[in-house]
């Protein structure tokens, strides 16, 4: 498959032709021949062979102004839905429930990745006991994910706090495919009433857990799992214990995620 990034440098240069023809039409007439136009882009062609790194240098700039743009937008999202993301009924709380920091993650069971970070979300929350995490269930990796999040979110009926975590990590560090029959496995391992979890699951409550969380991934322009979300940030993949640590300090120190 062919990149986009293949055609930019073309791209920008038939932009950057049109532009400078534009502008040199308007400078000296609402028209331009056909012959004025053609030396017009002659030069500009040659100059853009003959300095080929403008071209270089105008991506490097274009994907700066992007990541930025990216960047600005998601900390706007970020502010207009905080309370979503920490304080929504749909969120799973584990960790410290008055703790004085925050940090939300949004996961998928089937993600090899979120696998990894749950040790890393384990241990910040041993280490911490000021700590406040949020769990979303964000099922994007197909069917069994969903039915996976479906029992796990009915899961919290009868489980809260450290048990509700235990179920979690169990489930997340299960190896193979998670889907419905695995999750219902480790319920009864941890001896719940399979019964009333079976209809717990119906409950619409459920679905709306999810819709929640599908569109606050949509809002704050979330392309994968596992996401982490602390203060003014959006920390994407398993990044480790340590950015995260030194990003919840900086929330202590000055009110974001880094001072």
């Known amino acids: 498959m062919i990149a ?19 502008f040199g039409a308007s400078a000296q007439s609402d028209t331009i021949s056909t012959q004025d136009r053609a030396g017009i882009e002659k030069i500009i062609r040659e100059y853009l062979i003959q300095n080929p790194e403008v071209l270089q240098e105008a991506l490097v700039e274009l994907e700066r102004r992007q990541q930025q743009a990216q960047e600005d937008a998601q900390k706007q999202a970020l502010a207009s839905h905080s309370e979503a ?26 993600c090899g990745y979120c696998k990894r970070a749950v040790g890393d979300v384990v241990a910040l929350t041993k280490a911490d006991p000021k700590l406040r995490v949020v769990l979303r269930d ?11 999040s479906v029992v796990a979110l009915a899961v919290r009926e009868q489980l809260d706090g450290d048990k509700y975590f235990e179920f979690h990590t169990r489930l997340m560090n299960s190896r193979g495919r998670v889907g419905k029959d695995r999750a219902m496995a480790v319920a009864k391992e941890m001896g719940l009433d399979l019964a009333r979890l079976q209809k717990d699951m119906e409950s ?24 982490f979300v602390i203060g003014d940030a959006i920390i994407p993949g398993a990044v480790g214990a340590e950015p995260i640590k030194q990003r919840i300090a900086a929330m202590r120190t000055c009110g974001k995620s880094e001072c």
């Not at 986009?4 to 023809?21: H, N, Y």
């Not at 964000?138 to 996976?148: E, M």
């Open 204 to 227: 619409p409550k459920i679905r709306e857990a999810l819709a929640e969380t599908l569109e606050l991934g949509d809002k704050l322009s979330l392309t994968g799992t596992p996401a």
């Open 4 to 22: 986009l990034r293949s055609f930019a440098p073309v791209l920008l240069a038939c932009g950057l032709a049109t532009s400078l023809t534009a």
């Open 85 to 110: 993301l920490t304080q929504s009924p749909h969120g799973i709380v584990v960790g410290n429930p008055e703790g004085d920091v925050t940090l939300v993650e949004f996961f998928d069971y089937n």
């Open 138 to 148: 964000l099922p994007i990796l197909g069917a069994d994910s969903v039915d996976a």
